[in-house]
């Protein structure tokens, strides 16, 4: 069964702290992707990776940074977590090229304190 | 610019009843893709449906069906005999042609099925 997982579910941390949200997917995809989810404001993203240490900015990327080494692993790094930051994360997965189908992890929801 | 607009947020319906996702979207490109996914409560998003702009047949697939009209700019999304493990969120999609990175997520609509 192939997979988009997310290192963690829950997550709690302190304002200031660096964080690593990692996901790894086991389909040989190309494209990787991290979103942000808040109610009432859908998905948004934050950045996207179409190869393995290639990173484009998304529509939110203040903030944020990633990391991607490997083929299979995409990392979203907060390098001083604020309140505003609370919020469920989302990592897919897709084949590069033609507007394929997204893969999702079930997600880690983020709590700033 | 492109858009992609939601405008039911919540609905509730009985169990068994047929219910209807509305989906409105903007673009000006004539080539693009459209896509259907659901968030159940576990929170991993699972794909439904893709189609693309030359593509206007309905789809049906069980109790799903799909309707795209390019007229209206629509890609309503129809759940016949609905059950309660329909109960998700679900969210309308579009993707421009041969740009992977930009897919614009409606906010998504908020299915209650009740019992």
């Known amino acids: 069964d192939v997979k988009v997982t997310q290192s963690s579910r829950y997550l709690v941390k302190r304002t200031g702290e660096k964080v690593f949200l990692e996901c790894v997917q086991d389909?040989?995809?190309?494209?990787m992707f991290w979103y942000r989810q808040d109610p009432g404001l859908g998905l948004r993203l934050i950045y996207f990776?179409?190869?393995?240490?290639?990173?484009e900015k998304g529509d939110i990327p203040e903030g944020y940074s990633v990391s991607r080494e490997k083929k299979e692993r995409f990392s979203l790094i907060l390098e001083s977590a604020s309140t505003n930051q609370t919020s469920m994360y989302l990592c897919?997965?897709?084949?590069?090229?033609?507007?394929?189908?997204?893969?999702f992890g079930s997600g880690t929801q983020l709590s700033v304190l | 610019a492109q858009k992609v607009t939601q405008a039911q947020t919540e609905i509730s319906v009985v169990e068994k009843e047929d219910v209807t996702l509305d989906c409105v979207y903007e673009?000006?490109?004539?080539?693009?893709?459209l896509f259907w996914y659901k968030q159940p409560p576990s929170g991993e998003l699972v794909f439904l449906i893709r189609?693309?702009?030359?593509?206007?047949q309905n789809e049906i697939s069980g109790r799903y069906s799909w309707n795209f009209q390019k007229s209206t700019s629509s890609f309503n999304f129809t759940i016949t005999a609905s059950q309660v493990v329909d109960s998700a969120v679900y969210f309308c999609?579009?993707?421009?042609?041969?740009?992977?990175?930009?897919?614009?997520f409606g906010k998504g609509t908020r299915l209650h099925i009740l019992p």
């Open positions: 389909m040989d995809h190309e494209n």
């Open positions: 990776s179409y190869d393995v240490k290639m990173k």
């Open positions: 673009t000006r490109d004539t080539t693009y893709y």
């Open positions: 897919a997965s897709s084949f590069r090229g033609v507007n394929e189908k997204l893969f």
């Open positions: 189609r693309n702009s030359f593509d206007e």
């Open positions: 999609a579009l993707s421009e042609a041969r740009r992977d990175d930009k897919i614009i």
